[in-house]
């Protein structure tokens, strides 16, 4: 199974909207799932004003464990170019979903980009070839998540789950700024066991169609950037 990495080296203006340049594709940090045979609102976390600590692999699991408790929310909506996307996200896959909601609420995903598509088989996004991301970022934290993949579900068409980072990651930790949505008509379930699946698309179905059609380049990264305008919570 090939592996392929991907992280933003960043550049602005008129060429964010047309073809990505080839130097960014060749830095990376999150493996993808293989297949089978613009600014926003949401500036950087100011240090001296920031709410929460500096994630960390160390600090990230009781973070999120506490965050989790006072914070249940589990109905998002992802507004794209093509439309809007909603979905459920499951209680019982509790550090993914809380570390969803979180990073939701701090308005990390407004302005990022399905930056890998593969019609039918996923659409991938959460990353950005904006500074303003990696600052995002860097303010956040730096952390991974442990896989949760024994809760029964399954990567079936609809199901959104969560890409692993590679660096020295023979667990498949998960990298917890991304996500893939799978477009695949029957599923993809050589995906089961090897990713964690945290929820699924309860409308907008034909807005993940819409985007994984898109014409893209030989690094699956489409000719036009697609972006993420938006993620925000609805129940």
């Known amino acids: 199974m090939r592996i392929l990495m991907c992280v933003g080296v960043w550049f602005i203006l008129l060429s964010c909207e047309d073809k990505q ?4 594709r060749n830095h990376s940090s999150t493996e993808y799932p293989m297949e089978q045979n613009t600014q926003t609102k949401n500036e950087t976390l100011v240090q001296e004003d920031r709410k929460f600590p500096r994630l960390t692999d160390k600090n990230a699991m009781d973070f999120f464990l506490e965050y989790g408790k006072e914070n ?3 109905k998002v909506r992802i507004t794209t170019d093509f439309g809007t996307i909603d979905i459920q996200l499951y209680d019982e896959t509790r550090f993914h979903r809380a ?3 979180f990073l939701i609420k701090q308005h990390y995903f407004d302005g990022t980009q399905f930056y890998r598509v593969v019609n039918n088989f996923v659409i991938q996004g959460g990353n950005s070839d904006h500074m303003t991301i990696a600052e995002r970022r860097h303010a956040i934290g730096k952390y991974l998540l442990p896989p949760d993949t024994k809760r029964g579900f399954l990567h079936d068409r609809g199901t959104i789950s969560m890409p ?7 667990y498949k930790l998960a990298s917890p700024y991304e996500l893939f949505i799978v477009q695949q008509h029957g599923g993809s379930h050589h995906l089961d066991g090897e990713y964690t699946a945290f929820g699924k698309v309860i409308k907008g179905m034909d807005v993940v169609d819409k985007i994984a059609a898109v014409e893209t380049d030989q690094s ?7 972006y993420i305008r938006k993620i925000e919570i609805i129940e």
């Open 99 to 101: 570390n969803f909601i």
């Open 164 to 170: 692993s980072a590679e660096i020295e990651n023979a």
């Open 21 to 24: 340049s080839q130097q960014k």
């Open 220 to 226: 699956e990264w489409p000719l036009r950037n697609v």
């Open 72 to 74: 249940k929310e589990n």
